[in-house]
């Protein structure tokens, strides 16, 4: 899909499979997109970022009289393959384009496609395409370590790369377009993009939001999700929240991960939630391997509580939470108040596993144990005790 975002400036638009699993890992069930811009100034004509393997433009590109062949520059905003994976056909078509990228771009576009015609920017370096003025800015790690932002002087664009993006497919092109449905999706979907691709690199995030905000930013164009034109400082500061959660400024709600086997487990759930209910705290529960570990990494994210209610599997915690506890260190979800219970039948294990990611994780831990069977009064009021005063921990500022 293409659409014009101002006279002679143009989006591209990929939309990516439903059934595929972004970077191999994330469901996107309800879409994602793949943003590609072309310019056509009076002296250059310019790509900026690409798509991925198997996927092409040529189409769109025809509707306004245009052609890879056409191009003389292409932008690499990053080297990720879903913005890069077909470049082996446009250098093949087009092999005297020029590559603007950081100097870790070049590097990356000669081993991985031995293509050497490759210009390394310098920080705040200017390129005039003819009535065009670009502006390349080095964002390094948001969210890889080749990462740069491009900035359309005289149209106040920021062509921001995978910052300010969102998973889900949007029938809207712009923020000012979105439908209440789309809105509906457009947050969790920004919030779960966040926390699985880039919450690892929040303090990155904050140092480049920083390092920017000088600039006279009228619209911005990431290379998922969204053109936001209306009120582009809105997801600037959206994502700078989100970028907060990381240091310790998270929302006063409490994520409940709960698995189990033959419903024991499960049982206690319902107290918990009603505890928090009528202290006026937001629960977000989810069951997990029903669940996807993403969405708990989202909410969990965003959440100063934790519960994990696990039980034990062969002497150790139930595998697919445990694996998504795996996910939760690689991810950096750390400093929570949390709580853990489980239940187990002829052998124990699941605390002493969640204690050692605890430990990695950094969390304030109010209880963890576990009971046998379907448990005892004592056992229920043990949970509730311990649960009480995570919602009272949850509360403080």
């Not at 005297?96 to 081993?111: F, N, P």
């Amino acid at each position: 899909m293409i659409s014009t975002i101002k006279n002679n400036i143009h989006l591209l638009r990929y939309e990516k499979n439903h059934d595929d699993l972004f970077e191999g890992c994330w469901p996107i069930n309800k879409g994602v997109s793949i943003n590609s811009y072309c310019l056509t100034g009076s002296k250059k004509r310019v790509l900026i970022d690409y798509v991925e393997a198997g996927a092409d433009f040529d189409n769109d590109l025809a509707s306004q009289g245009l052609k890879l062949e056409d191009f003389d520059i292409l932008v690499l905003n990053h080297m990720e393959p879903d913005h890069t994976g077909a470049l082996s056909t446009l250098f093949s078509r087009n092999p005297d384009i020029l590559v603007y990228a950081t100097r870790l771009g070049a590097t990356e576009t000669e081993s991985l496609y031995g293509y050497k015609n490759v210009h390394v920017i310098t920080n705040g370096e200017e390129l005039d395409i003819g009535g065009m003025t670009l502006v390349f800015y080095a964002t390094p790690n948001i969210h890889w370590p080749d990462t740069m932002m491009t900035y359309l002087k005289e149209e106040g664009i920021l062509f921001s790369c995978d910052a300010f993006g969102a998973f889900g497919a949007y029938q809207s092109v712009y923020d000012d377009e979105l439908t209440d449905s789309e809105w509906a999706l457009l947050k969790p979907e920004t919030e779960r993009y966040y926390a699985n691709i880039v919450a690892s690199f929040s303090s990155f995030v904050l140092r480049g939001i920083n390092a920017l905000s000088g600039l006279d930013i009228r619209t911005i164009c990431p290379s998922h999700g969204i053109v936001w034109r209306k009120d582009p400082l809105y997801v600037v500061n959206w994502y700078a929240r989100l970028a907060g959660y990381a240091q310790g400024e998270r929302e006063k709600e409490i994520t409940i991960l709960v698995s189990s086997m033959y419903g024991n487990t499960l049982s206690y759930i319902g107290t918990l939630e009603r505890m928090a209910k009528e202290a006026g705290i937001v629960t977000h529960t989810i069951r997990i391997p029903d669940t996807n570990s993403s969405y708990a990494i989202e909410k969990a994210f965003r959440s100063k509580g934790l519960v994990v209610a696990a039980p034990t599997y062969e002497k150790e915690m139930f595998p697919p939470m445990a694996h998504c506890l795996d996910w939760f260190v690689r991810k950096e979800i750390k400093g929570r108040a949390a709580m853990h219970f489980g239940s187990s039948l002829w052998s124990g294990g699941a605390s002493a596993e969640f204690k050692s990611y605890a430990e990695k994780l950094q969390l304030d831990v109010i209880d963890t144990f576990d009971f046998r069977g379907k448990g005892t009064d004592e056992d229920r009021k043990r949970i509730t005790d311990a649960f009480a005063v995570l919602i009272e921990r949850v509360k403080q500022d």
